[in-house]
Antibody, heavy 120, light 112 residues
Framework: EVQLVESGGDLVQPGGSLRLSCVAS????????MNWVRQAPGKGLEWVSY????????HYADSVKGRFTISRDNARNSLYLQMNSLRAEDTAVYYC?????????????WGQGTLVTVSS | QSALTQPASVSGSPGQSITISCTGT?????????VSWYQQHPTKAPKLLIY???NRPSGVSNRFSGSKSGNTASLTISGLQAEDEADYYC????????????FGTGTKVTVL
């Protein structure tokens, strides 16, 4: 069974930092491209970042570029999101999501999400 | 990059068919056959319903179908059931130097 389990969400002050983790199981993690997607309270989905299988092909939404860093450790079946210079508007549930293997540019499995709250 | 435009709400009675639209531009919906649809129940993670405009992942009911014409994609739910009451989001791959995907604004489906 495919599972994605996020952790690391917390209450942090504006300007602070946080590192999210996503541990994958039930599939061959190293051959899948991965993403982070977030959802502010009561709002819609927003794609945040993408990382290719080797970790060298990386993309970010303009809203987080220069502040967030995505990475992965294929030996540990883990995906990470380092978030710096956090702002109130970064408050959201953060999901890790697996790219569909067919190259269809879709997310076929999602974790349960981890809540990040940026507030003083 | 602006979100794709979806109606805020759509409703229907059990057994009816409803259609949710998703309007973008030639740089996203109209430019690629990489439109996806997701269903999200309250407090749950999104679930993939449709990928590449009209393909269903294994296990997704054939009551869900997708299509596209120009810059507008559509999701049709036929034989509406109570468990279909949820939020629905479209998504598209986009042509951009950095941003890869854009989601729709979301549609709340109510089963009357």
């Amino acid at each position: 069974e495919v599972q994605l389990v996020e952790s690391g969400g917390d209450l942090v002050q504006p300007g602070g930092s946080l590192r999210l983790s996503c541990v994958a199981s039930g599939f061959t993690f190293r051959i899948y491209e991965m993403n982070w997607v977030r959802q502010a309270p009561g709002k819609g989905l927003e794609w945040v970042s993408y990382i290719g299988t080797s970790g060298t092909n990386i993309h970010y939404a303009d809203s987080v570029k220069g502040r967030f860093t995505i990475s992965r450790d294929n030996a540990r079946n883990s995906l990470y999101l380092q978030m710096n210079s956090l702002r109130a508007e970064d408050t959201a549930v953060y999901y890790c999501a697996r790219d569909i293997i067919t190259g269809g540019e879709s997310f076929d499995y999602w974790g349960q999400g981890t809540l990040v709250t940026v507030s003083s | 990059q602006s979100a794709l435009t979806q109606p805020a709400s759509v409703s229907g009675s059990p057994g009816q068919s409803i259609t949710i639209s998703c309007t973008g531009t030639s740089s996203d919906v109209g430019g690629y056959n990489y439109v996806s649809w997701y269903q999200q129940h309250p407090t749950k993670a999104p679930k993939l319903l449709i990928y590449e405009v009209n393909n269903r992942p294994s296990g997704v009911s054939n009551r869900f179908s997708g299509s596209k014409s120009g810059n507008t994609a559509s999701l049709t739910i036929s034989g509406l059931q109570a468990e279909d009451e949820a939020d629905y989001y479209c998504s598209s791959y986009i042509s951009s130097s950095s941003t890869l995907y854009v989601f729709g604004t979301g549609t709340k489906v109510t089963v009357l």
